[in-house]
């Protein structure tokens, strides 16, 4: 293993395997200085493995349509397609007759999940979930339930929650968070599974922020259906996958309807294909799966076991470290000693979380996410807005006013992040607090954010076309 350096702390980085790209990037300051990028954004997405970005670059000269090319390209993509579905099946311990649905993200995959429920079936949700798995139910018929306070409350409301709902056979789902994207906070899904299966229901697991930090066993664990994207697996090729049993996706037409899902199509008559073709209509995204697949047995070799201990001990000495500084306050729900992912979401006294994102990225270098991370109920909860609010908000932005959310700002640890990362945070955080921005910054018309005003930073200059966007609400994930 090669001697650590000063961009390397979590000890798997001794080896080639878990290298990323782009890790050494150099960003300009508003000052006009260059300084390597402090990424504490792995949450939001997470930049590729080299050994993804090999893997792509090795399959672009083999790269053809699958599953119907009697090319032998065809026949070297489709084999690296299917063999993506089994590193995928196999990173998550499914069962063996679980299905494993390519998909475009974990959003994609719980509206599949939500399209081919069967009729009748009674959703139960939190409502501090990631609205990618808080707005797919409504149309379908769900029960939220509070923000739970703490373990024990969450598994007596869902349980007591589950007796209520009819027991004529109807089916139940629950559905919840692996991990917390706002507080980090890791779920009991074991405990949740025992209770939801003692009770009829069935189980989806939102692992978009589980599986890039933690080992997932679904048949240990008794998970029916899980969820996760490729572009917070170190795989930012536009693949996720749904995995899970087989009867409901089986069941009526699937969640899209085209080529590839299908056995034979008259005008009169469809006869659909089997999964997983059933639920994989058009042509599949063949350089993200196998990006995936890649990605989930490159973190299986390092060990997702010595990933999530090495990650728990420097999300301990970030809270040591950010504790100590002036008007740091982070948000939780459950008690601080909870096991969770590394991430945390905070706000400094006096600092708009978006006048503090700004000047951490242009003074500092550093890229953290801020807004309200696609989970408002639970942020509305943790900033204590009260319904009066809330509603005002919505009825000014359905004016067409421009109103200033509330929010936080959120740093977030990945296979890249390092103690000098966590310290120059701090260190940030503790002139912004001291002396506030030395830089000026004004709200942008078009966005209700500060930026940098002026702001001599350009773009870097590479070989595409590239046009600017506003940056909007922080609003992903």
């Known amino acids: 293993m090669r001697p650590m350096t000063a961009t390397q702390h979590l000890s798997v980085h001794g080896s080639d395997l878990v290298r990323l790209v782009g890790a050494e990037t150099q960003v300009p300051l508003v000052s006009g200085e260059m300084r390597r990028y402090v990424n504490l954004d792995y949450a939001a997405s997470a930049p590729a493995l080299q050994a993804v970005h090999d ?64 009729e009748g079936t009674h959703v139960v949700c939190f409502a501090g979930e990631h609205h990618a798995n ?30 209520d709902l009819p027991q004529c056979g109807d089916p139940h789902l629950v559905a919840v968070t692996g991990a917390s994207n706002v507080t980090g906070e890791i779920w009991p899904v074991a405990d949740i599974a025992r209770v939801a299966h003692d009770n009829g229901a069935r189980l989806l697991v ?44 089986s069941a009526g037409d699937p969640f899209l309807r085209g080529g590839g899902a299908v056995k034979l199509v008259t005008v009169d008559e469809t006869l659909w294909a089997e999964l997983p073709d059933r639920q994989e209509a058009g042509s599949p995204n063949v350089i993200g799966a196998v990006a995936l697949g890649v990605a989930c047995d490159t973190l299986s070799s390092a060990g997702m076991d010595r990933i999530a201990a090495e990650e728990r001990a420097l ?135 500060y930026e940098p005003d002026p702001d001599p930073r350009a773009l870097p200059s590479l070989g595409m076309r590239m046009v600017e966007h506003p940056h909007g609400h922080g609003e992903s994930a």
């Open 134 to 163: 808080l707005l797919p139910w409504k149309r379908i018929g769900v029960r939220y339930l509070p923000v739970p306070e703490t373990p024990q409350e969450l598994l007596a409301t869902l349980e007591s929650t589950l007796r």
């Open 315 to 449: 999300l301990a000495y970030a809270r040591q470290r950010l504790a100590d500084v002036e008007g740091f306050k982070p948000y939780r729900v459950w008690p601080a000693e909870h096991p969770r992912v590394g991430l945390l979401t905070f706000s400094m006294e006096g600092v708009p979380y978006d006048l503090l994102a700004a000047v951490l990225s242009a003074e500092h270098g550093i890229g953290i996410r801020h807004g309200c991370f696609c989970a408002h109920p639970l942020m509305m909860r943790l900033l204590r807005v009260d319904d009066a609010e809330a509603h005002r908000l919505i009825e000014g932005m359905r004016a067409g006013h421009h109103e200033r959310l509330p929010g936080a700002a959120r740093m977030s640890l990945g296979l890249g992040s390092t103690r000098t990362d966590i310290d120059a945070l701090a260190d940030a955080l503790r002139a912004i607090a001291a002396d506030g921005p030395q830089w000026t910054y004004a709200v942008d018309s078009a966005t209700d954010e």
């Open 55 to 118: 893997a792509v670059e090795e399959l672009l000269g083999w790269y053809s349509s699958v599953h119907r090319g009697a090319g032998f390209k065809s026949r070297a993509s489709t084999a690296a397609y299917e063999g993506a579905r089994e590193s995928i099946h196999r990173f998550v311990n499914a069962r063996d007759d679980d299905a494993v649905i390519i998909t475009r993200n974990t959003t994609d995959s719980i509206n599949l999940l939500a399209g081919t429920l069967p």
């Open 206 to 249: 939102d692992a978009a922020q589980l599986a890039p930090h933690a080992p997932i066993d679904m048949a240990r664990d008794g998970i029916d259906y899980l969820a996760l994207s490729g572009h917070k697996l170190y795989a930012p090729y536009g693949a996720g996958a749904l995995i899970g049993e087989r009867d409901w996706l």
